[in-house]
């Protein structure tokens, strides 16, 4: 683990999304919420979509973590494997990542009291049977300090 890591918030329990059957390949809009199903996450795609294959969205909102300082940095942590993850919006603006596998998105300019992270996965479960894919472990916001 980082040694600069100070604190992780587990984004457990309830996450949104929308299947590969949605066919959605924009980004969608936060004010899309009839076709949004809500599922307790980390779960692998299988027990989420079967066999279906294509792009499904991810969405979760949570509050800015407390007392943050100027000394700290707040990133998104998603586990390793969980497919092609794209289209990485925080408060609808896009981000890249800043590691990959595990793959790591710095957040801190961009928190506001109430956010909305919002991704796509595209997995494939036929292509390697071995491969869990999507949200199959649990997705962190960590604190780190900036100091090395």
């Not at 949104?16 to 009839?34: A, C, G, Y």
């Not at 599922?39 to 979760?60: I, T, Y």
């Not at 092609?84 to 925080?90: A, E, K, L, R």
């Not at 590691?99 to 710095?106: A, G, H, L, Q, T």
Request: charged content about 25%; proline content about 8%; aromatic content about 10%.
């Amino acid at each position: 683990m980082d040694s600069n890591l100070l604190h992780r918030i587990r984004l457990k329990g309830p996450w949104e999304i929308l299947p590969p059957e949605e066919n959605l390949d924009d980004v969608p809009s936060s004010k899309q919420d009839q076709t949004w199903q809500r599922h307790a996450m980390p779960m692998d795609w299988r027990a989420l979509f079967g066999e279906s294959a294509g792009k499904a969205w991810f969405r979760r909102r949570f509050h800015r973590p407390s007392g943050l300082t100027s000394d700290e940095c707040v990133q998104i942590y998603l586990p390793e494997g969980v497919g092609d993850v794209s289209d990485f919006h925080i408060n609808q603006k896009p981000l890249q990542p800043a590691s990959e596998e595990p793959i790591r998105f710095d957040v801190t300019a961009e928190l506001e009291d109430f956010n909305e992270l919002l991704f796509a996965i595209t997995f494939d479960p036929t292509a390697n049977r071995s491969l869990p894919g999507g949200l199959w472990e649990t997705v962190f916001v960590e604190i780190h300090s900036k100091s090395s």
